[in-house]
């Protein structure tokens, strides 16, 4: 259960007991079941001794590698060897020990691990500095990324897998920009998958799988788009990618991290919604759908290859897709408005194919309306002022957006806007007198 | 899982992790204290690494030879080049091959494009480190004494042990001075 629930469960308790409501022994009862509450401030120290612990670990490593690149000339060839692969010897002396003595405080494992993996890259790039050699930078992010995430696993320490993450992103960025097979990044993510799992299975909502998610979230958006970037680039199936994508982490974010306390805790359904949203408004332009180039790309590059990440790509929004039909039946509404964006885009897609681009855009306008209008319903039958002003953004976007696209005057852009204006204040001036009314 | 199985595990991670910048030291080591000495000749420039500290870029003069037809190499294929000692040590590229040769010295390169008499391809050595505010003197040297094809210049090349494919540059020379030494000699501006 989530802790603020409860502390606000605990606070309750004796004003229930004191009108009678629960009889105190039932009250001590739920009290012996939750256990003791933190005491204020407690685990924000303990979160202050963790972070300053990965900050010592980041800012010594930092030192030492800037100390070490400028190449001391004085030193001979053997002892700049020596000295490069000291800083690892050092951080694996440090993790072994941690290990035999059995320390599992949490700030330890942190700052070690990342000792570590900051020494794994430094010895690797020293060695490359001694000997003058070449080597590329892809290469060298991959066996940096691949060596450090055994230490996130074995030390249960998240910032190698953080940077793991990182790192198999730029290698694939680095891959697509050299045309090399960048679609290696997915079984690379996998690597990193248990991790999540892994850390999550206490409680979901504890920072080390939530800060993980918020990072793999992004960094997949980012990496998919260069491992496919055949599908994107040449045969314009980019909106059914990204919309199957963003619905997919929002559609399984909402499965996963549905019951959130705060929104810094639902890292895919944020990710998600945005891009979703973002991506949405990106293909209500007449322009997104007109250089659809199917039949161009099919004749002129091998079909084996194109065919591959061509079903790679079709997994993500497939697979939202099959997730939205669940929400349908579940009638979780937000779920399926966000769900809809790759649905819609596949058909949008098939419609620019026959060149009927229009269909695509007209459809993105309607649904944007859609989204705006329903949002800002669900907002004000809840009566949650952020999620009515999210609403009343969508719409304004939307029409903002058509402004500028089409060739309406200046009297109507004017009055559009100021009506918009009008929408938010009054929208707000409701709530707040109906808030204030059941206060 | 049992701690002393994570202990074991960690262990046996930790060795490849070592592995990596030990067996790199250990090849490269190995090379430049019994491979051939050649001389390559270069055309630097300077630009900047913040991994790995500053280095001079070098590119070399003659980068082509000889490839026998055969099936078209994609651009980067790793291609070998046999090597030829020529007049004062400097090295003639002899032809490439497309797999490694039995015998004499030769390196591992990158191919370029071309096929026939004129197949270009990269050499592998591309940059020579040196401390941070050296690295653009030695730059300024480079240009000073100028190594741009057509003109006439002073000898500026990269000394390179060869040993089994494999190339390290031992120094960078102006005027046959190794170039930390020259750069103390020059007066400075």
Redesign the interface.
């Known amino acids: 259960m989530n802790k603020r629930h409860v502390q606000w469960l605990y606070e309750e308790l004796p004003g229930l007991v004191g009108k009678g409501v629960l009889p105190a022994e039932v009250a001590e009862r739920i009290r012996r079941h939750y256990g003791e509450p933190d005491a204020p401030g407690s685990s924000a120290k303990r979160w202050a001794v963790v972070l300053f612990s990965i900050l010592g670990a980041v800012l010594i490593g930092g030192g030492i ?1 800037l100390l070490l ?5 004085e030193l001979t ?2 002892m700049r ?1 020596v000295i ?2 000291l800083p ?2 050092v951080a ?1 002396a440090l ?2 020990w941690l ?2 003595t ?1 320390r599992a405080s949490t700030a330890w494992r942190e700052g070690v691990g990342t000792a ?1 993996t900051l020494a ?2 430094a ?12 080597g590329r930078f892809d290469e ?1 992010m991959l ?1 940096w990324a691949l ?1 450090a995430l ?2 996130a696993y ?2 249960r320490a998240t910032l190698p897998a953080l940077l793991y993450l990182v790192g198999i992103t730029v290698w694939t960025g680095s891959v697509t920009f ?1 045309s090399g097979n960048a679609l290696w990044y997915f079984p690379l993510v996998g690597l990193a998958l248990p991790f999540l799992w892994w850390t999550s299975r206490e409680n979901r909502y504890h920072p080390r799988p939530v800060l993980f998610a918020w990072v793999l979230a992004i960094t997949v958006c980012i990496g998919s788009g260069f491992a496919v970037e055949r599908v994107c680039g040449k045969l314009d199936a980019w909106p059914a990618l990204f919309g199957g994508l963003f619905a997919l982490l929002y559609l399984v974010g909402a499965r996963w991290w549905g019951e959130a306390s705060a929104a810094w805790q639902r890292p895919l359904q944020n990710v998600g919604a945005l891009g979703a949203v973002g991506l949405a408004v990106v293909l209500s332009f007449g322009d997104a759908w007109s250089h659809t180039q199917w039949r161009y790309y099919w004749d002129n590059v091998d079909a084996w290859r194109a065919g591959w990440q061509l079903a790679v790509a079709a997994i993500w929004p497939v697979a939202a897709i099959a997730l939205w039909v669940r929400s349908w039946t579940r009638r979780a509404w937000s779920e399926v408005m966000i769900g809809a964006v790759p649905a819609l885009a596949v058909i949008g897609w098939a419609a620019a194919l026959s060149e009927a681009e229009v269909l695509g855009a007209v459809l993105f306008n309607l649904y944007l309306f859609a989204l705006g209008i329903g949002t800002l319903v669900i907002g004000l039958r809840e009566r949650r002022l952020g999620v009515v002003n999210a609403g009343l953004a969508v719409l304004a976007v939307v029409i903002l957006c058509r402004f500028f696209d089409s060739d309406l005057g200046f009297v109507v852009r004017g009055v559009a806007f100021i009506a918009i204006g009008i929408g938010f204040l009054v929208t707000n001036l409701m709530l707040v007198r109906a808030k204030g009314a059941v206060q | 899982m049992n701690p002393k199985t994570i202990f074991g595990l960690f262990v046996a991670v930790a060795a490849v992790q070592l592995a990596v910048p030990v067996g790199q030291v250990w090849k490269h080591e190995n090379v430049l204290r019994t491979g051939t000495a050649y001389k390559f000749k270069t055309a630097p420039v300077d630009p900047y690494d913040p991994f790995r500290g500053r280095y001079v870029a070098l590119n070399y003069a003659d980068t082509q030879a000889r490839l026998e037809l055969g099936e078209p190499l994609r651009y980067r294929a790793p291609v070998y080049v046999m090597l030829r000692a020529g007049t004062n040590g400097f090295a003639v590229f002899e032809e490439l091959r497309r797999t490694p040769p039995a015998t004499g010295d030769y390196l591992r390169v990158q191919y370029g494009y071309g096929e026939g008499t004129n197949a270009s391809f990269q050499l592998p050595f591309d940059r020579f480190y040196m401390e941070e505010t050296k690295a653009p003197q030695a730059e300024a040297a480079y240009w000073k004494h100028g190594n741009r094809r057509g003109q006439t210049n002073d000898a500026t090349y990269a000394l390179v042990r060869v040993k089994g494919g494999r190339g390290v540059i031992e120094n960078l020379y102006i005027k046959d001075q190794p170039i930390r030494q020259f750069l103390g000699t020059e007066p400075a501006e």
Do not use: C, D, K, M
């Open positions: 590698i690149a400028h190449n001391w000339e060839r053997p060897a490069s692969v690892l010897a694996t993790g072994a290990l035999w059995q570590q794994i890259g010895s690797i790039a020293l060695v490359a500095q001694t000997y003058n050699l070449g060298f066996t060596l055994p230490i074995l030390l050299q």
